[in-house]
């Protein structure tokens, strides 16, 4: 069943009407564990896919009850230990021995996530931050929330497990905020996001057979601009989708975009990029590696170099649990390297220009400018290792030239620098809570009139085009 579809919304409403009409406590829980395992059972074919699955559930469960009773310190480690394993085995990254691999397929979709739950919940359980006992069934309905299975967003337990007992009551107001927030997220996906998609094709095409240097310079911009715009569509839409979805079980699911493009920095990029899996990570992995190489390394004059190391390794990371390829490898290079310079250059210009002098010119107008236009132009480029090949990267240099590639991100560069500048000038305000919430974009009419016809938009493409609902990158991380 594909995320978003009118086939998972009329079974999201269904289960949503039977889940609050039924009182809180044993059965509701238990109606949402067996939509959870209805829906991930549309991924598997057979009882001998879900077993790998099954088994990684299992560990995590009886880790994580391991670890809640008071025991030696070395057990933490080790479960943490062994939860990787299982990770990169079940999802055959190239280090694990091909030899060791099961003989058979499996499911893994929703891997990754329910991988992020289980970690995240073996490291509280181990550090004493979770102190009610997890039963079966809120582990299952945590680790296998159906409306955030598929790509996200990490919602930590202690979150879920409030919002599961107390949850605001779906009243029209909620029913209201959450049809919005559906039919948005479609129309991203299912509009916004095919069109971008089939004009980065375009240009690809166009490319190969493009005469004069003008207009391989414009076809190489083109490719490497559209594809984060794509992403954007697709994933925000996703995440839009499924946040209203999940209001409809009275949980909130936490944002996971916040306006990206308009950060000045790379740093911030990933504040408001993906922002469930940047938190996640700053919690357990950026925080305890800087705790640590601090006590080991107790100078003030070299703190903010390590600084910079942990943001390298996380942002590395990111790339890494993206896939197995030496793409996503090279990819999490070109991440942790993008915020890790970002923080080295923080640090030389405060020691050259003082705090004050550097954020003095960190305010000027034409400064942000550029920096924003900066940050989009390398988040675009490191994107080429995400969605493309080392071979097809070297098809488009040679039909190219590498004089039309340079100059076809510098043009990236400077036209971003104006339409990201009108980008900040309209969400800024938004950002900020100035907006009137009479005025007319942000009037409940005018909103009401946008989704009204983007949900006509939908439909009409729906029924004309009678295809599949397209899919969702993330889906296959």
């Not at 880790?63 to 062994?82: E, K, N």
């Not at 919430?437 to 938009?457: E, G, H, K």
Request: hydrophobic letters at 55%; a positive charge; aromatic letters at 16%.
């Amino acid at each position: 069943m594909n995320v978003p579809s009118f086939p998972f919304l009329g079974f999201a409403v269904l289960g949503a009407i039977l889940y609050n009409l039924l009182p809180a406590g044993i059965l509701r829980r238990g109606l949402l564990l067996l939509i959870n395992l209805i829906f991930l059972s549309t991924f598997v074919h057979g009882w001998q896919q879900a077993l790998p699955y099954a088994g990684f559930l299992l560990t995590g469960f009886l880790g994580t009850r391991l670890l809640m009773a008071q025991g030696p310190r070395w057990r933490l480690p080790v479960l943490i230990a062994v939860i990787l394993f299982a990770f990169f085995w079940l999802k055959r990254y190239t280090f694990i021995p091909a030899a060791i691999n099961l003989p058979f397929l499996y499911t893994t979709v929703g891997l990754s996530y329910v991988f992020f739950r289980v970690l995240h919940l073996i490291i509280d359980a181990g550090q004493g931050q979770i102190k009610e006992r997890i039963s079966p069934l809120d582990y299952l309905n945590y680790t296998l929330n159906f409306t955030a299975l598929v790509s996200g967003p990490i919602q930590f337990y202690q979150d879920y497990r409030e919002q599961e007992r107390n949850g605001e009551k779906v009243d029209l107001f909620a029913a209201g905020w959450a049809a919005e927030r559906i039919i948005v997220g479609m129309f991203k996906v299912a509009i916004v996001s095919t069109l971008l998609m089939q004009g980065q094709k375009a240009a690809i095409a166009d490319l190969a057979v493009a005469s004069t240097f003008p207009m391989r310079v414009l076809y190489c911009a083109l490719i490497g601009a559209i594809y984060p715009l794509f992403l954007y569509a697709n994933f925000s839409g996703y995440t839009d989708f499924v946040i209203g979805c999940a209001r409809l079980f009275r949980i909130r699911l936490p944002e996971n975009f916040h306006h990206p493009f308009i950060a000045e920095n790379f740093i911030a990029f990933w504040s408001r990029w993906h922002i469930t899996l940047s938190n996640w990570l700053k919690v357990y992995v950026y925080t305890p590696f800087l705790m640590t190489a601090m006590r080991r390394i107790p100078s003030p004059a070299i703190e903010p170099y390590l600084a910079v190391a942990a943001y390298f390794v996380t942002f590395f990371l990111v790339g890494a649990w993206h896939g197995q390829t030496s793409m996503f490898l090279f990819f999490g290079v070109l991440q942790g390297g993008g915020v890790a310079m970002n923080k080295l250059y923080q640090v030389a210009m405060t020691k050259r220009l003082s705090r004050k002098g550097y954020k003095q010119l960190s305010a000027e107008p034409w400064y942000r400018v550029f920096c924003r236009a900066l940050t989009f132009t390398w988040f675009a480029f490191t994107l080429l290792w995400f969605w493309s090949t080392w071979g097809q990267l070297g098809q488009f240099i040679q039909q190219a030239g590498w004089p039309a590639v340079a100059c076809g991100w510098v043009l990236v560069l400077l036209v971003a620098m104006p339409a990201l500048s009108l980008l900040r000038a309209v969400q800024g305000p938004i950002e900020a809570r100035k907006v009137d919430p009479a005025a007319v974009p942000a009037s409940r009419y005018w909103r009401t009139a946008l989704s009204t016809a983007m949900l006509i938009i939908l439909i009409g493409t729906t029924v004309l085009l009678n295809g599949p609902a397209p899919d969702v990158v993330y889906k296959t991380f």
